[in-house]
């Protein structure tokens, strides 16, 4: 695969297959980024699962401490008693079978949607649409709740979802570079600390392989497990 210069001068000298500790890999991201715009970290987790067995995949949502840096747009599908609670709290999107209806036309103008649970019956319309976006709510990531105004704040302010891909990796952004280095760490070690206390009790052996940190255009660093505990 042909690779840029600027690529190729930002992996100069760099060893990939060190071992970095966390805020070390953090400060090559940051001083090596050669791109104008505000590059996303991401975090990747190779898993010692096996991803056929459905008793050993993961999913869940957590709330980073230091946010995504990103701007997420929230519906909310509640009854008429609730929609005032939504909005209050900076729901962008909200109401009841409207948001449905526009949902059926294939309006999808949000990237999280929380629903009351009285309305779960009437989404069943649309989960063909919902289900393969990722968007359906489910009461296990806390977007099928009665408490609105808490599932709104959380969302907007940094809620990261995940789930293992077939290959057994676990990828989710968890801040903007331009973050502060223990920002970064911070929400490393959450996002980390999370995903570690999801191992399914089927899973025997070391559940977590390796974590690697890299940015939207930079390459992936090794990051040191002991480091993230």
């Known amino acids: 695969m042909k690779i840029s210069k600027n690529?190729?001068?930002?992996?100069k000298d760099l060893d990939l297959q060190k071992i970095y500790e966390p805020?070390?890999?953090?400060?090559?991201?940051?001083?090596?980024?050669?791109?104008?715009?505000?590059?996303?970290?991401?975090?990747?987790?190779?898993l010692g699962?096996?991803?056929?067995?459905?008793d050993q995949n993961i999913k869940g949502v957590i709330n980073l401490p230091k946010g995504t840096g990103k701007k997420v747009n929230v519906a909310v599908i509640t009854s008429d008693n609730k929609i005032s609670e939504a909005k209050d709290n900076g729901a962008d999107i909200y109401g009841g079978n409207e948001v449905i209806?526009?949902?059926?036309?294939?309006?999808?103008?949000?990237?999280?949607?929380?629903?009351s649970p009285d309305m779960m019956p009437n989404l069943g319309k649309v989960a063909k649409i919902?289900?393969?976006?990722?968007?359906?709510?489910?009461?296990?990531?806390?977007t099928v709740t009665n408490d609105i105004a808490n599932?709104?704040?959380?969302?907007?302010?940094?809620?990261?979802?995940?789930?293992?891909?077939?290959?057994?990796?676990?990828?989710?952004?968890?801040g903007k570079l331009s973050f502060s280095?223990?920002?970064?760490?911070?929400?490393?070690?959450?996002?980390?600390?999370t995903?570690?206390?999801?191992?399914?009790?089927?899973?025997?052996?070391?559940f977590i392989k390796k974590v690697t940190i890299a940015s939207t255009m930079g390459v992936g660093l090794t990051i040191n497990l002991n480091s993230l505990r």
């Open 7 to 11: 690529k190729k001068n930002m992996i």
């Open 23 to 46: 805020l070390e890999a953090i400060k090559i991201l940051k001083e090596r980024s050669f791109v104008k715009f505000d590059e996303t970290v991401d975090v990747s987790i190779n």
């Open 49 to 54: 699962i096996d991803s056929n067995k459905t």
């Open 101 to 115: 209806e526009s949902i059926s036309s294939s309006k999808i103008n949000f990237d999280i949607l929380i629903a």
């Open 130 to 142: 919902l289900g393969p976006k990722g968007l359906m709510p489910n009461p296990k990531l806390g």
């Open 151 to 174: 599932a709104v704040k959380n969302a907007k302010a940094g809620q990261v979802k995940f789930k293992n891909e077939k290959s057994g990796i676990v990828h989710a952004g968890i």
């Open 181 to 193: 280095e223990e920002d970064i760490l911070s929400n490393l070690k959450t996002f980390y600390s």
């Open 195 to 206: 995903v570690s206390k999801s191992k399914p009790d089927a899973v025997k052996g070391s």
